[in-house]
């Protein structure tokens, strides 16, 4: 039963061991950087040079605590040392004679003269020669307190070598145990404490030396926390030595402790009163800054128990959390996390611990898990603009930007240079965009209660994903990925009722829009057909009564669309100017001002020139109502036809123009007689107008009183003329714009879409800009309800009953669209049941057979079991393949010899035993699916 237990767990859970493996393949492909030279990855985040600058990098190593053993700083080098002892007099001789153990010690005495035998003294500390040393000193002239060139005594070196019985002799003998180097390092009590050696140490202060001497800089209590000597630090502490220093930002032996990660003789300096919050250099770095940045978590126990402020900055204004999540020290964030740490300080340019644990070198999530489940805020950015989910992208971590788009990440989130998220997504993460499809269609589910073909079967569109958590608008998503290029996410079928309803919604104002323009363009025509028309330049006309009136109402008119235009400006200058219908509009607005100049009151006030503007005005007038009538979604389509078709012919008139001017200016030569081609823009506009069919071939070469000056050639000129223009080039863009309307017409559904959502996120960015937002509450509060789709993101939501006929809300293709991709999903995941089930019924079945076999009384017969595989309709049955009461035995078919009655029953018994476990196998999977789930 273990065996079967086991078979059926490993089935189960196939799938997830192959989704965490193609994760592991993702991040091991991924390149790793240079590391410094302590070993250290140089953690930063470069961007691209297109999109402005960021980056993200540890500081400098703010300590440098040597590299000895065990992390002990030397003091003096020992090479340095052994060449300064050589460098005396006969220093050379003597280390030769010291180091061969055979030499008696008689022999160097009488081998070296009375100006070696300080020499002899250094060496004789130095190689330990312990006899050689009380001989020297027993010596008339000789003296305990020899020292080298650089000031180093005989007990300087006894201590630095942790020579117990070579101290003892030199203290004997009168050496001074309180004496400094010519450089004022160290002391023989700091030497013995850098070797770890307590004899040395309890040796000197029974000497009553300054226990604290170099404690502005370096103490020797220092230099035992270096060399990790619980032994030599618990010593000096308990004989007064002083943990804290005398002057601020200087190092204490508490920081030793932390940047190495002594745990023990931290322990013991914080017993002994060290100053937990002190901070060190000009970085100001305490000494939980420096065990967080190294993942010391001991350490870091121990501090923020001795009162270390957790949220203590440093010159960058870095926490502990800052500098652990840098070096990816996820059990240093953690526990950071749950004593409370601010997750959402910012340090330099704005930056929070999730910016920091999204380094270039990370290849675990860890740390930015650990910050997402304490609610730190996800769609921060920093002072460049560049959210997390920004910087995860930019560095091309698909696995952690899909982690942030779970946790709430904004993927319309823009940098300072306009830059979404979303673009860099698709740049540099492109496989992130089919997992958001599938979040797209989980977000459409079915109420559990009904099958799926029932008529009281209800589907759930949930909204709350296409509309990101900000007061941007609610179709900030859907135009982000317009920008990018994915315009085919709108035929999703959440996305179309989404845009549909919002359509609904806020269609009022755009039939508002018309209104007012149709009505301002019907007043201006009338004022235009009442002053312009008539020629009042030769006599003196009245007025009609109604243009004073008209006029007036023609200026309140354009003064508000002024205004209009002039608060779209103040709300985005660039994306303003970019939009060429606005400067169609200031076109009007200036033109309609012009146009009523002087003009209300007498007819003989109008210039020349206010013709030619109100001929152009009232042209742009009505060409921007057509415009607007485009707007709306059941004439879209035409107006874009127009608009493209007159786009490519600007492009197809400019590549050819060079054709048109030959030709005009050709005719003018042939054709001087002919009032058309006299002048140069003359011919060239006779020529254009030619192209569209109006040759005039019988008034050109036989008009009366029209001589041919060139025949032969004009004609020859003509008749290319109509086969190259006339023929081949206006065949050509009859078919080129053929081409686009056939275009537009196979892709009008994801057209209007666009079309749809660009006007509503237009729309929408002027009701929640900057300045309305000043308004009353009251005001923005009016906004809100009449232009969001629903006030709240709890209520962000649709239902439809696909199978009702009475439901008409939204059209019956929309309605298809939504039951077939829900009635597809939950056919795809009992197809993926059924196989498992077929899977873990073989495996109970091999496990049948060996028992049998094993008995020697049975032979068995498998057969496929039909069923299982199965097609249904979609509306049979959703919760399993089979009925339960059509389900086959376990063992179909199977074939029992006669020979063993007892081995029929054991197989029987073994076959009721496993059906009687399968429900308590089932909840053991479920209880392991969700343990592996478990981050």
Known sequence: MDTVRFSIIENEMRWEDEYRMYYQEEQADEGSEPTDSAGRFRLSISSESDVGGVEISS???PHDFGSGREGQEEIWAYADIEAGLKELPGGDRVAELLGCSVVPAGDILQDTGPDQRDTVVLLAVWYSKHDLLRKLLALDGVSAGVCDAAGRTALHLACYIGDYKATEVLLQHGAKAQCWDREKTATPLHCAASCGSLECVTLLLAQSVDINAGIEKHSALHYAVMRNSKRCVEYLLAHGANPNTPQVYTQTPLHVAAALGYGECMELLLAHGADARSQYGQKKITALHLAASENYLDCVRLLVAAGANIDARNRDQQTPLHLACLSQCHETVTYLIAQRADVHAVYRDGRTALHASIVKESRFWDCT????KAKVDVNRADNFGYTPLHIAALNEFSTCVYMLIEYGADITARTNGGVSALSFIIRRTPEIIPRYVDKLDAAISVNSIHEIGDVDCEIRLDFRLLVPNNDRGETELLLAFIEVGQKRILKHPLCETFLLLKWRRIRKFFI?????????????????????VRDCRAEPCPLPAYIPAVGYVIILFNLVLLTKEIFQMMHGFVSYVRYWENWLQWSIVIGIFLCTHNTLNESNAIMNWQHHVAAVVIFLAWLELMMLVGRFPIFGLYVQMFTTVAVNFSKFLMAYCCLLVAFGLSFCVLFPNYIAFKEIPRSLLKTIVMMAGEL??????YGENLKIEYPATAHGMFLAFVLLVTVILTNLLVGLAVSDIQGLQQSAGLDRLSRQAELI???????FSRLLRKAPIRIWAIFQKIALLKTSRCRLHFRVKPNDPREKRIPRELITSIYKLVAERRERNQSIKRRRTYRNMQTFNRFLLDD?????????RRKHFKTVNKKRTISEH?????????MPPVMPGARISNTNAGALKTLEDNQKAILKRLDELGKDLDILKGRIKKP
Do not use: K
Not at 696 to 701: M, S, V
């Open 369 to 372: 898990l650990s910050l997402l």
């Open 761 to 767: 996120s237009r729309l929408e960015s002027l009701m």
């Open 852 to 860: 049998a076999d094993d008995d020697g009384a049975v032979t068995l």
């Open 59 to 61: 500081p400098n190593q």
């Open 696 to 701: 005039e071939f019988e008034d050109i070469f």
């Open 512 to 532: 508002f829009s018309l209104f007012y323009h149709g009505l301002f363009v019907l007043l201006f025509t009338a004022y235009v057909l009442g002053v312009y």
């Open 878 to 886: 959703p919760h399993g393949g089979m009925r339960p009461d059509t």
